[in-house]
């Protein structure tokens, strides 16, 4: 009976340990402030055809931006590994299952519900032994911005990348 405690109690410090340490490598998530500072520093706003003022919406990982099927566009800059060139899409959230968004050599954007929490993210995939590169759990190696469109009755501006890997509006 003693050697059966023993080893759950084993067990169970093991498993503390572990939550522990993965709890230890969570991104920071921003305060209200911060992401509020953060927005007003890195939104685009963008002029519409028709002379109205749209933007081009910043958006964090902890937002949860694609838990809810909104039929708005987002651009994402990504890239497939990191001596590769930035690439940035446009791509419609207007599903909860999983797609492909667009691949480059042997990698692929996927939008898709990834564990353990089961929220809809952005995920670089690679052929089999490649590493899975998450948007919510990158830290800017993989993927630089995401930005949503937020006036869905105008189309969506185009969007290409300048010599220095920032954003701008065609």
């Not at 933007?55 to 838990?67: G, S, T, V």
């Amino acid at each position: 009976m003693k050697n059966i405690l023993s080893i759950l109690g084993t067990i169970a410090l093991i498993g503390t340990s572990t939550t522990s340490l993965a709890a230890c490598n969570i991104k920071p998530q921003y305060t209200e402030e911060q992401l509020k500072e953060l927005k007003e520093e890195k939104n685009i706003k963008v002029k519409t055809n028709d002379g109205k003022n749209g933007i081009l919406e910043w958006m964090a990982p902890q937002e949860k931006p694609f838990n809810t099927v909104d039929n708005k566009y987002y651009f994402v800059v990504w890239r497939s590994d990191t001596s590769n060139n930035w690439r940035i899409i446009k791509f419609l959230n207007d599903t909860n299952s999983k797609k492909e968004l667009d691949s480059y050599g042997r990698y692929k954007l996927i939008f898709k519900e990834y564990s353990p929490f089961y929220d809809f993210t952005l995920l670089i995939r690679g052929e089999r032994g490649d590493a899975d590169h998450t948007w919510k759990d990158d830290n800017g190696t993989y993927f630089k911005f995401l930005y949503r469109w937020n006036l869905v009755d105008k189309p969506a501006p185009d969007l290409y990348l300048d010599h220095n890997n920032n954003i701008n509006v065609k």
